[in-house]
């Protein structure tokens, strides 16, 4: 008899590469697979089991690649598909799972497909693969309805057609340059099945899966009715016409059945921001996708009862359908949380939400809390994400140069938003050097003086370092058969500013958010904690893990 193989997906820790940022191997001050393929033994040495590698592929970096022109091959940029082959190769020997980034709602308009839609007539075979409608108002001059880009402005371009006329006008919910795909369209279907094929034959081990709640619109494409959408707000109205439609699951049931044709089945994980977590649940239905990055999570402010609040309704919500939930605290696209917790607001997301409260930031604050919030996520039941330097400690960076500002939002919001580029800087990898290790010098984002402090060679073997923290906490993470997937009870009263739950076996986890130490809950050994347990108490901002 075979043994019921393991699910590696219900509680792997996936790393996110943010491949611009995370090591340049070719010396142009561009991150690349030469990078990644070279810190391969870092990652195995953190702990973690899977690298998410965000999208390599061709593209005019208008949106730092999440604006492919080819989805089936890799930016010169960041290296070619033999490289590419290549580092899946070394990860698979490394015992590292490897993710990709796939971005269906959306191409370049670099890509051959829009290239075609605009050479040829409205009402084309080649427009219908996109979104393209007729203005409305005299000569067709205002766009066909009151959609607004996340990225600030309008959500709708006017072509100019072949014979030098005003044209028809094309949809792109992000920016000009990424025109919305058509999923009513057979055409797109079968592409992206195709393409989910291409890279599974090339060993692959699962996607990540861009906007995931955004692929198929509301026929007739109605007026929404108010005006201050931006990145990352879930829905604020039911039946959306463009978020969360319920046709999105048909997709990605076809998408399933693509992944389990393959051996090991390969899997998916979704970029869906939802506005309950029950619409989340829809995503991970067994015969969808396997898992979803828990946005609630990350949005949730340092606080007891929101924090448990939302424990308790992911747990509960994602356990109805029998997938693992996820814990994610960062990403390219949110302010980094040491910063984000050293905050009055713990919960604001500054730099992409205009009523964000932009207040000071206590840094050492940030760093304490996100100590302690990496032991709490870790010992959560289901799997976890790391965002590429969460593990060092890196805090958002502020203040840089508005002349190095790369994301469109900058742009797009008419310079009223700063963006994501503060926690897309390049790595440090070494105390000093030009780019601290990143590459050999130069570097397609500044990195603030004093970086190096934070660097992997300053924090290996520091025993007070975030990442020691992290490789003691991954390692024991892998050791302790309580942790991982399973469920989790609580010790801890709601409203106590104490959030302290049992694991089985023999296993359980603080953390304090109040202002005053605490008692420790039962236990036989103190495994590990945030900070130095003062006198036996656990600390205002930090967590520990016990032997019970
Ligand atoms: C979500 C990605 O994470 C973000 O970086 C990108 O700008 C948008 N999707 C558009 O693809």
């Known amino acids: 008899m075979t043994e019921p193989r393991h699910d590696w997906w219900r509680d792997a820790v996936t790393y996110q590469v943010y491949i611009r940022s995370f090591a340049d191997g070719t010396g142009d001050g561009v991150g690349d697979i030469a990078g990644i393929r070279s810190r391969l033994p870092y990652l195995r040495d953190l702990g973690v089991d899977a690298v998410w590698v965000t999208p390599w592929y061709p593209s005019p970096m208008n949106d730092g690649g999440y604006d492919v022109a080819d989805f089936r091959d890799i930016s010169p940029e960041f290296g070619t598909l033999a490289g590419a082959d290549a580092l899946i190769r070394d990860a698979h020997a490394a015992g590292l799972r490897v993710l990709l980034d796939i971005v269906p709602n959306h191409t370049s308009h670099r890509h051959a497909w829009f290239a075609a839609a605009l050479a040829s007539a409205p009402g084309s075979r080649e427009r219908a693969r996109y979104i393209f409608r007729p203005g409305v108002g005299a000569d067709g001059l205002l766009p066909p309805n009151d959609w607004l880009s996340v990225f600030g402005g309008p959500a709708w371009t006017r072509v100019t057609e072949r014979d030098g006329s005003p044209g028809e006008w094309y949809l792109h919910l992000f920016d000009t340059t990424q025109p919305d795909l058509n999923w009513s369209d057979r055409d797109v279907h079968e592409e992206f099945l195709d393409v989910l094929r291409f890279w599974f034959d090339r060993g692959v081990d699962g996607f990540r899966i861009d906007v995931a709640h955004g692929l198929v619109k509301q026929t007739g494409l109605p007026d929404l009715g108010y005006e201050d959408e931006h990145l990352l707000e879930p829905p604020r109205i039911e039946d959306h016409p463009f978020w969360d439609r319920d046709g999105v699951h048909d997709i990605y049931r076809e998408w399933r059945e693509v992944a389990d044709a393959y051996d090991p089945a390969r899997v998916f994980v979704a970029e869906a921001w939802v506005d309950a977590p029950d619409r989340l649940a829809d995503y991970v239905r067994g015969d969808e996708l396997h898992t979803a990055f828990n946005f609630d999570y990350l949005r949730a402010p340092w606080s007891e009862p929101e924090l448990r609040a939302t424990i308790d309704s992911t747990v ?20 980094r949380h040491v910063t984000r917790y050293g905050r009055k607001v713990t919960s604001a997301l500054v730099g992409v939400d205009r ?40 805090h958002e960076v502020l203040d840089l140069p508005e002349s190095a500002l790369r994301d469109p939002i900058w742009k797009r919001s008419r310079h009223t938003l700063r963006g994501r580029d503060g926690c897309r800087v390049p790595l440090p990898w070494t105390t000093r050097g030009p780019s601290y290790g990143f590459g050999v010098g130069r570097c397609w984002l500044p990195q603030p003086p004093g970086w190096g402090a934070l660097s992997v060679q300053a924090e290996r073997d520091d025993p007070g370092s975030m990442l020691e923290l992290y490789r003691t906490a991954l390692r024991m993470r892998r050791e302790l058969p309580a942790l991982g997937d399973g469920r989790l009870r609580w010790l801890s009263d709601p409203g106590s500013d104490v959030l302290a739950f049992a694991r089985e076996p023999e296993f359980a986890c603080a953390v304090n958010m109040g202002p005053t130490p605490v008692d420790l809950p039962d236990h036989s050994r103190v495994l590990l904690s945030s900070v130095p347990l003062a006198d036996g108490l656990l600390p205002t901002d930090a967590a520990v893990w016990l032997a019970t």
């Open 355 to 394: 009523a964000a409260d932009a207040g000071p930031v206590d840094v050492a604050l940030g760093l304490r809390r996100a100590r302690a919030a990496a032991l709490l996520t870790l010992a959560l039941p289901g799997g976890a994400y790391v965002y590429q330097g969460e593990e060092l400690g890196l």
């Open 316 to 335: 509960q919500s994602i356990g109805v359908v029998g997938a693992p939930t996820t814990w994610v605290l960062s990403n390219h696209d949110v302010e």
